[in-house]
């Protein structure tokens, strides 16, 4: 072969090589990008909880329907799922994600505080779930409740359902766990105060939880008498 | 970063996009080239003989042969030679009805194989060149004109044509159309880089100093057709490509038979590289040895590869999401787009890119085939389908060589 031959070869390795670089940096521009919307969304989360923190603290002068019950649930939703896939795709062990994940279970621990602070103040019962799962292979049935878990929270948006990596390795997880006595049986979730192992169906946590019908009822009958007033105030129109 | 297990498919993705962009540079480089060979006129009529091998072909021998009579060249400058390979049907019936033709010569002779067919046949001709046409295919009028016109470049030894299906109607048939007008582009492409790797028994001509120094056919595994062309490539024989010379072939109608064909085309392959393999990365023997033998080899396997990954891939998403049913039932929640969720790692924009730039192979084996570029059918069954039936018979090939199977002809 001669040196033209070479020059081709050599000319076509470096397209070949730019297109693979171009592809790599798209693709780490993309993640990072999406680390940073994770983080705009926990920083959110944080700015929320401050507020209702102000709130609770103002409560004594304030009455408790100006607690905003709404403020936190729709963000917790999202980011548990973008959580999820960023994890799937940057890996367990990126600590970008390890980070995003400590952050995300402070923020549940001082959203699950103050939840139940508010429901003693305001004489109400509030839903809440905590959920311990694993994702290092060794808990066959963690995928199934979670999406038992996340279906439950669609169906019910009043229902707060904390996740926490059971492995993670974190101050505030390990102290859960020593709270809350938590064996190494996974999955593992915490209503009221009981523990309950293993995979629980949804018709089973809507059993442990009459709190869930009373709530959807509550927001159903609300959602109804949004909707009359309305329909009404147009035909006076 | 990679993952470990995605670092064997990014090797893969990374040598099919260069061999695409060396194809792709390679092209236009010889646009013009190509377009001067193929308004080139002929100027002389050299003495051809056609060698027809026949074995149980009683369907298709007479129109193969009508065909080649048919041909547009001087009758006196024609013969064609007829050689029933010990048929067990009415082949030998069939081709009497030419006997008293004065350009055809019967032969019979005990079942053999092909090799063995031809090899009669060179035997019995003296003729300068000589062309091999199976007993399954027909010429176009002017594809013999077409191919002595190469063999005016007295370097040449012998020459490809360009093979088309032969009426496609089934699904079946036009995805292996689209692949035939891939293997007109790749050809004229190997052509160009002194790199063809195979004379496909479908209307090859060589010269005779061919046979006279290097030996007739051999059995080679069931593909004759490609060990003589990598003999000749290592002897530095050269083989052109004419690609406007068409001929046309019977594709299989049923996936078992083009299974079973398809098996026999790639084990061939994969046994006469081995029989070859110091031409392997030797420099000696240009892009052949350094492009497109290795290429081909790592296509085969990358292609069982990722059949496997997508399946492997596949079969996981679909047990998750029947878990998720058996779970919760069917979601009837609305699909939104969202961007975060777009999948943009880099083997799925590289796949990507990798598809989309080896859409030019199909479309331009279409402008060579049938002169234009348009969207087709066959290129749309090609895309959708080939995916999931070439994997079966490259994996089959490849254990066919792991394992030292043999394939067989029928």
Known sequence: ?237 | MIEVSQIIPHIFLFAALYFQIFLLITFFESRETIRKQASHTNTCYPSVAVLVPCYNEEKTVARTVESLLALDYPKDRLSVVIIDDGSTDRTFETMRAFEQHPQVTLLQKENGGKHTALNLGISRTNIELIGCLDADSFVASDALTEIVKCFEDKTVMAVTPAVKVWNPRTVLEHIQKAEYNMGIFLRKMFGVMNAIQVTPGPFSLFRRKVFNELGGFKEAHNTEDMEIALRMQSKHYRIENAHTAHVYTVAPKTIPSLYKQRVRWVSGFLNNVVDYRFMLFNKEYGHLGALTLPFAIVSVLSAVYMAGFVVVHLVKYLLEKIVKLQTVGIEWSNIQFNWFFLNTQSLMILTFITLVVSLFIPFNGKKLSEGNMRPSRDILYFLLFYGFLAPLWLTKALYNLVFSKKSSWR
Do not use: W
């Not at chain 1, 959203?111 to 808990?139: E, W």
């Open chain 1, 1 to 237: 072969m001669n040196f033209e031959g070479y020059r081709k070869y050599v000319f076509v390795l470096i397209i070949t090589s730019v297109i693979f670089f171009t592809a790599f940096s798209i693709s780490n521009y993309s993640n990072e990008k999406r680390i940073q919307n994770i983080q705009s969304i926990e920083d959110k989360i944080a700015l929320d909880l401050l507020s209702s923190e102000t709130q609770f603290n103002l409560l004594k002068e304030l009455s408790c329907k100006t607690i905003d019950n709404s403020v936190l649930s729709q963000e917790l939703n999202s980011i548990v799922e973008k959580l999820a896939y960023a994890e799937e795709n940057l890996g367990t062990t990126d600590p970008e994600v390890i980070r995003l994940k400590k952050y995300y279970s402070v923020l549940e621990v001082k959203d699950y505080l103050l939840m139940q602070q508010v429901d003693q103040k305001c004489k109400r019962k509030s839903a809440f779930i905590l959920y311990f799962y694993s994702n290092q292979g060794d808990c066959s049935d963690c995928k199934k409740e979670g999406y038992v878990l996340t279906d439950l929270r669609e169906q019910y948006p009043d229902l707060r359902v904390y996740s926490f990596d059971y492995n993670l390795d974190f101050s505030i997880v390990k102290t859960l766990q020593v709270v809350f006595k938590l064996k190494n049986t996974l999955p593992a979730i915490i209503i009221g105060d009981e523990t309950h192992y293993g995979f629980k169906s949804r018709e089973k946590i809507e059993k442990l939880m009459p709190v869930l019908a009373k709530l959807k009822a509550e927001r159903e009958k609300a959602q109804n008498t949004a909707t009359s007033t309305a329909t009404t105030t147009q035909k006076k129109k």
